[in-house]
């Protein structure tokens, strides 16, 4: 699986509210690409970016928090991930960041 099928599996999944098989999805993929030492900064951003909208699904915001993190310390220039984190904080009434990060991702 490339990175192009690996996005259209996981907003495939997101649109049926499957975050089980979203986690599993990234979890098999993580396995792929370290298995292929295809495991580049791109690859691994992607998958932290799609676990934390799997979180995002399940309300569990924090935790999609940590994820957008890590796909932004992986891919400093992922706008997804810095729009996605702008939402979860903006759930948790982070308004301030919130914005910071909107503005990072239209940026």
Sequence with gaps: MDLEEFSAKVNELLKENK???LFALCDSWLEEI???HT???TNLASIYNARGLAF????DY???IDCYNMAIELNP???SAYNNRGK???ALRQHEEAIEDFSK???
């Design 34 to 36: 370290r298995n292929n």
């Design 77 to 79: 220039d992922y706008a």
């Design 56 to 59: 995002g699904k399940n309300n």
């Design 19 to 21: 975050s089980d098989e």
């Design 39 to 41: 495991d580049t900064n």
């Design 62 to 64: 924090q935790k999609a």
């Design 88 to 90: 979860a904080r903006n």
């Design 105 to 107: 991702a239209i940026g």
